[in-house]
């Protein structure tokens, strides 16, 4: 037990040897912050003999808090480290208010709902106050009270603060105050706090009850909170009060890993932490034990870039390592080819495992691509902090229909979207269905064809005829349509995109994007020829488009623990996180740094700091990707780098890195004349092989494009397609992705003609002209 300082440096050291007074650890990424907080801990209770029971720390996981727990059992070699109050804030703040909870009028026993209660709750409010639940959506009533609880703003201040009925008013929600007022007294009524109660509650309880305030003001001597930048105000204010009497209150936590503003979380409770309290000790961990020099010349470079920061430095006594791979692909299904390759090449040559990559993005919805790679390939992988692409619910729905008009048979989609959305078909309807059915030798859907001879009431019956007739209608189009525009009539017709649409909270969006993904992938599905080589067109139906969808989502049937796979994630979900080889994808403008969050500097430093978050959990090899093109909202956008890409030192960049091995073919540069060269963020427009050196600070982006197999194209500036219902032969014409053709010859059907184009640089192809966008260079 006496060696447990070993091993330390000296910030570490120091931060654990400090024992009265304020301390704040500004410990950077990887420098070993929970080692510190453990070591810390065992400090205390070994030299100072600090009673456990008199410690309370404080984490954002119970993973977290577990392994602290588990590290100061192992270092002590007794049972001591069980007494300790150690666990996230609302874990530690439920157990006191379990013995405390009747002096703030709830029993001992009081239910713990979790959203979905929560959101029930809200729903019933809003019915019983009569109001349309269109309008006051739980999802969105929900996250507004939660936010307000998170800022200590009960119902009797929300009413009577001017500003926030301003906002309800024109979010065109003016009951908002109403419903949080009956919210909270239906929860009291019911013996139950959300999970936001077990913060405002508690705070409430040390406020309002002083006897309890001084009781656990003596009682946590030693407060230590881990991630402090995460904390939002109700936590700052309940840290505030319990530390008051002996403020020996030590912060852990980076400023400039602080990314959760979106949850209530707010950067100043770190960066004022020294007003807070007189003569604060501050001691900064910027020793990096997890990356090489160049990653973390880099993450230094970016992040010295926000004006609102602690001053630190990371360093490393690891060697240079590689430079960083930055790779410019044609479009986002080739960015997931160009990472999929590179993970075989990076396996078979550096003896990798698949668990030592990690693909980081900054939406969900950019799984997709990088999904279909690596099972193309034939590459195990996992999402983490989500979940697969085609198995989230808004994706699965809108599938079930297709599903389901692909095959009216498909009983397990017809029960998946019967009542979504919401049409008056309930539980007892279905299961009433079901019975019949089976009763009957007949499927489920020949059931509701026929449902007046089966007894159903008027109502019910008037709403199943509606469904069916919705999709007989679906499946009249069937042989006239392709995939994607019978698609966009279901998600018309269906209501489904509206709702998506105006959900417009951060949960909503998200939902909106993945089914605006899914379109887009069946949008490319028609848009591709089946055979780029051979120009073969291919079937673009819906059974076809189906049937590779479920090859691609079968289940592996392998175990998910401990299992050797790629990791996908979110940037946010990856924090906390390290891996040997990190991709980062996406880096363009709008995306990364994302549209809704560059309206202010402090929004834009926040997507600086997740920016830093990605880079600095890479070990050993960094790749930073962007496309060209990435098809968004159905169509296919041509994309701006990211402003970040301009931050990034120029000799710790590898621009010749292209889909598993380095190239030099320059003539996979930018063009002269293309849409690049007219980009105001310092792109240079001259040809790549002749690529101007950086200037004032901004490097020449030479990056060889990542291809499949065709021949880049960059469309004409203001490229607009034509009227082709007259195309002749004979006549020349602009593909955005093929490039310039001759029209060789016309053939099928007039409501579905194709053109065999003979393009310049990558050869004939038959092309459907309904999809398809060309522009007509002449008309002779």
Not at 319 to 331: A, C, N, P, Q, S
Not at 421 to 445: Q, S
Not at 544 to 569: H, S, W
Request: overall charge neutral; charged content about 25%.
């Amino acid at each position: 037990m006496s060696n447990y300082l070993d091993g330390l440096n000296g910030p570490q050291r120091e931060a654990v040897l400090h024992k009265d007074g304020p301390i704040m650890i500004i410990a950077g990424a990887g420098s070993g912050k929970t080692k510190v907080l453990t070591t810390r801990i065992t400090h205390l209770m070994s030299h100072h003999k600090v009673d456990s029971f008199n410690i309370l720390a404080l984490t954002f996981t119970n993973k977290a808090a577990a392994e602290m727990k588990a590290r100061i059992e192992k270092i002590l070699g007794n049972s001591e480290a069980r007494n300790l109050y150690v666990g996230t804030f609302h874990s530690v703040f439920a157990r006191i208010l379990r013995s405390e909870a009747n002096k703030i009028g709830y029993p001992n026993n009081f239910t713990i709902y979790d959203t979905d209660d929560a959101k029930s709750v809200v729903k019933t409010v809003v019915n019983e106050l009569n109001l349309d639940d269109k309008q006051y959506k739980p999802n969105v009533v929900y996250n507004r009270i939660s936010a307000a609880k998170n800022a200590l703003i009960g119902p009797a201040e929300y009413a009577t603060d001017g500003m926030l009925q301003q906002e309800d008013a024109r979010a065109n929600r003016p009951m908002m105050a109403q419903i949080y007022d009956a919210y909270s007294k239906r929860c009291f009524k019911n013996g139950a706090m959300d999970f936001d109660d077990l913060l405002f509650k508690f705070y409430i309880l040390l406020k309002n009850h002083p006897e309890s305030l001084s009781k656990y003001q003596h009682k946590f001597k030693y407060i230590l909170i881990d991630e402090y930048q995460d904390t939002n105000p109700a936590q700052y204010e309940i840290i505030k009060l319990l530390g008051a009497m002996h403020e020996n209150v030590c912060v852990v936590g980076d400023d400039a890993q602080s990314i959760y503003s979106f949850r209530g979380a707010t950067i100043e409770n770190i960066l004022q932490f020294q007003k807070d309290y007189d003569d604060v000790k501050v001691v900064k961990l910027e020793q990096n034990y997890r990356s090489t020099k160049n990653i973390l010349s880099v993450a230094n470079e970016v992040i010295s870039r926000n004006k609102n920061q602690i001053e630190k430095k990371l360093f490393t006594d690891k060697g240079d390592g590689e430079k960083i791979k930055l790779v410019r692909t044609m479009t986002d299904n080739d960015e997931g080819k160009m990472v999929a390759d590179t993970i075989k090449e990076q396996k078979l040559r550096n003896h990798f495992f698949n668990k030592d990559f990690a693909i980081l993005y900054r939406t969900n919805a950019q799984s997709r691509s990088f999904e279909e790679s690596l099972r193309r390939m034939g590459i195990a992988y996992r999402i983490y902090g989500g979940m697969s692409f085609y198995q989230r619910k808004e994706v699965k729905d809108f599938i079930a229909y297709l599903r389901l008009i692909a095959n009216p048979r498909d009983e397990e989609a017809l029960k998946r979207i019967i009542n979504y959305p919401a049409r008056g078909i309930g539980k007892t309807t279905l299961d009433k269905a079901v019975l019949m059915a089976n009763e009957n030798n007949l499927t489920l859907w020949e059931i509701l064809c026929n449902a007046a001879m089966y007894g159903f009431r008027s109502g019910t019956l008037e709403s199943i005829d509606g469904f069916v007739t919705t999709i007989k209608m679906f499946q009249s189009e069937l042989q006239k349509k392709n995939a994607y525009d019978l698609a966009i009539i279901v998600g018309k017709s269906t209501g489904i995109v509206k709702e998506l649409f105006n959900d417009k909270t951060t949960e909503g969006l998200a939902r909106y994007e993945n089914v605006q993904e899914l379109l887009n992938s069946i949008k490319e599905f028609t848009e591709t020829p089946m055979n780029e080589e051979d120009g073969e067109v291919g079937d673009k139906g819906l059974g076809t488009y189906l049937q590779q969808i479920v090859l691609l989502t079968d289940a592996d049937g392998d175990d998910k623990e401990n299992q050797d796979v790629v990791k996908l994630m979110t940037i946010h979900a990856s924090k906390g996180l390290e891996f040997p080889v990190v991709f980062v994808g996406g880096l363009e403008e709008t995306l990364f740094p994302n549209a809704m969050a560059i309206n202010t500097r402090e929004e834009l430093e926040e997507e600086r700091r997740l920016f830093y978050v990605a880079i600095t959990r890479a070990e050993r090899n960094l790749y930073l990707s962007f496309s060209n093109a990435r098809y968004r909202f159905g169509q296919l956008q041509q994309n701006e780098p990211s402003r970040f890409l301009d931050e990034i030192p120029e000799d710790h960049l590898d621009r010749s890195y292209a889909g598993g091995q380095a190239k030099n073919n320059a003539s996979t540069g930018w063009s002269k004349g293309s849409a690049f060269e007219r980009m105001s963020r310092g792109f240079p427009g001259s040809d790549t092989r002749s690529a101007p050196a950086a200037e004032k600070g901004r490097p020449a982006y030479a990056v060889p494009a990542i291809k499949s197999t065709l021949k880049e194209h960059v469309p004409t500036e203001n490229f607009v397609a034509s009227d082709t219902s007259n195309l002749q032969q004979g006549q020349k014409v602009e593909h955005q992705k093929f490039g310039f053709g001759e029209v060789m010859k016309m053939e099928g059907a007039a409501h579905n003609p194709i053109a065999t184009i003979n393009f310049e640089h990558n050869g004939e192809k038959k092309i459907m002209l309904n999809y398809a966008k060309l522009r007509i260079v002449n008309s002779e």
